[in-house]
């Protein structure tokens, strides 16, 4: 049938409204039928998210086979066939997406952020939305189609269930490209299926490299293990009530702000007129300013030195210690972010008519009362921001912050173990692993391909639920983060994967849906290369292929 040419939307508007007014008892009564089919469908996915996809088709054929012989009856106003045909499938999508993704949790219906959905619109084609005035036009481009799904639901196949690729099969289409000399002279791969958990290609797997930032997987899932995904960093402010000794008492969030537009993050700004506020009601406009780091313990200083990469790794500092206004990538730091932060709230207390004394280091008493306070997003939050972009300034935090809570010694040590012991809870296989930071940028640290796909895949399970921001953080190829600039065609928006890149070092680990629908995790690791560019580039080519790939 030949679809004549869309209309401009206000061209249109009659029809599709008259078509709602039309169709809405019968897809109400659509929706009674095969609301039983959807809760069933809903109940298949929380016990396992590897079998969403598969228990979703029987409810779509369901919902179709019930809508059509109403449709078939509705006197249709012409012509419409192109909006009949999109509006119903719109709305049996809709409602099956709304219960798929309230099982399945942090994900849309295709397991892709709106955010990084609507990029896709914009970037991939060639008109873009349309905002009420390029439809009529002649001159302006037309609105651009919704972008298709970049990600399909977690585990299983969007059609039928397509059995696993096989070893055999995977291995004749990663292993040349494996063997390229562009990844060095050491390279560990593996690829697991996420629905079974079962291994199904290994090239040294087990066999322990430096993971550069793939190390943040790992402090992602033991942070979120240890404190729960919705656990805030507050930064308070106390007073000492007999000395009048004002304390900025840091609680580890760098992702503090003193910017006048803070969104989401918790703010300087703010914490400082609250505190102004309460001063004021006590009678008091001059105190001793000081400031508790106490939080922490042992040397702030990464045993990389000073380097744009991170700031001093303290509990109190603002905007990561930045400053040049930036919030991701290298920047300048300051030499002692605690300092910095008290010296920069001393200043929003005199705009408020407070007076202070020049802030010193110090430590609040029990005895100190609580004036004001302020908290960071959830927990989960802070791990999506830290892997999108590999937040190296997060990433140390979200580890002391798991010493903290597993009462080991908040330094580098402690830290390195807290993340070993709740990864050993988990049952992630550890051996061939060594944690000296949370970062990834110390090359002591060492991971296995094998650790890495067992994050990935734990992060999944419908057993753990509080670790999804591990897959809902990771960089989309070609739209986000680290991968933004990445696979400009081939897998964009179909990978998603952590990357990790320091001299001689590139891996890349994360997740991808093959041609079959299967979610598989991998881990490919590269050491001993010679070229950044060079390496990355194999990297993405061998997940571009097990993208393309059913390999069976």
Known sequence: MVVPELRPWRAARPHVTRFVNAVRPRLARATDAVRPGLTRAADAVRPSLARTAAAVKPQVTRVRRAVEPQLARIPWPKPVGPWRYTAVATTAGLALAATVAMAAGPWDSSGQRTAERDRVTALEQPGGADHGGSGTSAQGPRPAPSAPSVLAGLGGSVGSPQPAPTGRALGAVLEPLLGEAALGTRRTAAVVDVATGKRLFGAGADAGQTPASTTKLATAVAALSALGPDHRLTTRVALEPDTKELVLVGGGDPTLTASEDPGEWASLRELAADT????????????????????????????????????????????????????????????????????????????????????????????????????????????????????????????????????????????????????????????????????????????????????????GSADHPELRAVLTGLPVAGFTGTLASRYTDGAAGVVRAKTGTLTGVNTLAGTVVDQDGRLLAFAFMAGGTTSAPAAQAALDGAATALAGCGCR
């Open 276 to 459: 102004a506020s309460a001063l004021k009601k006590r009678g008091i406009t001059k105190v001793t300013l000081s400031y508790d780091t106490s939080l922490y313990a042992g040397s702030q200083m990464h045993p990389i030195g000073v380097n744009d990469n991170l700031a001093p790794v303290s509990p109190l500092m603002n905007d990561e210690g930045r400053t040049d206004g930036s919030t991701s990538g290298t920047a300048l730091r300051v030499s002692d972010p605690a300092a910095a932060a008290t010296q920069l709230f001393a200043k929003l207390l005199a705009l408020q008519n407070i007076t202070t004394s020049s802030p010193g280091p110090s430590k609040a008493t029990a005895r100190a009362q609580t004036l004001a306070e302020v908290s960071s997003p959830p927990l989960s939050a802070l791990v999506e921001r830290m892997l999108t972009n590999s937040d190296n300034d997060i990433a140390e935090a979200l580890a002391r912050q798991t010493a903290v809570a597993t009462k080991e010694r908040a330094d580098f040590e402690g830290a390195g173990k807290a993340i070993r012991t709740q990864l050993r809870k988990l049952g992630i296989p550890l051996t061939g692993t060594a944690f000296h930071d949370g970062s990834g940028l110390d090359r002591a640290d060492r991971l296995t391909a094998d650790t890495l796909t067992a994050l990935l895949v734990k992060a």
